[in-house]
C-alpha cells in the first residue's frame, strides 16, 4: 500500500510531498516491513529521505537524512512492544547524534474519527516545543482520512525542524497504515484488533 502526502502552509498552499520510494508492503506485512519515503521541496526536488525501520519483534524506528544521504537524526521508539499491542499510543524520543532533544505520543487510533489528537512535543522537564493535531475530514468514502498540523510553539534549530516534520508524518502514516487502503473496506467489518486497533 502506497502511502503519501502534502504538506501545506495554514492558508492551504501546497509547498512539498512527501511519497514512497519502491516500497512494496501488502496488509500482511506492512507493519513490520521497513518503508523509506522520500519529501520534495516547493520545487520538487528531493529535500529529505524518511526511512522507517521496524516490526513488532523490534522498536520503531524512523531514520531522517538530507538529500545527500547523511545523518539528521531518528525517532526511536521508547514504549515497550507490549504498551503498542495493548493501547493505541507508541512513545517515541527525537535524537540528535545519539541525544535525546524530545519526546512525544504518536496516537495510533483512526476507528475513532472524532477523538481528540493533540501530542505535545518537547523535553521530559519542561514546555513543549511543538504539537501535533489530528482533525478527521469527510472525504465522500468509507475510508477514514485526516488532516494533520503541526504547531512549532517556540523557535528550533536545524536539524529539530526536519525531526519534528518526520514526526507529524509518523502519525499521518501510522494511521493510513492501520486503516489501509480502499480495499480494506471490506474487510473493516467485523475485523479483529491489531496492535494499533486493539478491539
Known sequence: MDVSCALETQSGQQVGLIRPRSNRSSAINREVADLSYEVLGPGGAPILSLKR????????????????????????????????????????????GGHQVATTDICIHPRDRFAAVCEPIG????????????????????????????????????????????????????????????????????????WHDPR
Not at 497504515?177 to 480495499?183: F, K
Open 123 to 194: 523535553p521530559t522537564v519542561g514546555p513543549a516545543i511543538a504539537t501535533v493535531e489530528r482533525q478527521w475530514r469527510s472525504v465522500g468514502t468509507s475510508n477514514d482520512f485526516f488532516d494533520y498540523t503541526l504547531s512549532c510553539l517556540q523557535p528550533t534549530v536545524h536539524p529539530l525542524p526536519e525531526l519534528l516534520l518526520a514526526t507529524a508524518f509518523a502519525h499521518y502514516l501510522y494511521d493510513r497504515l492501520a486503516v489501509g487502503g480502499p480495499l480494506e473496506t471490506y474487510q473493516s467489518f467485523g475485523r479483529g484488533g491489531t
Open 53 to 96: 525501520l521496524g516490526g513488532l519483534a523490534r522498536r520503531h524506528t524512523i531514520v531522517v537524512e538530507d538529500a545527500t544521504g547523511r545523518h539528521l537524526g531518528r525517532i526511536r521508539q521508547t514504549s515497550s512492544v507490549w504498551r503498542q499491542m495493548r493501547t493505541t499510543r507508541i512513545t517515541v524520543a527525537l535524537e540528535v
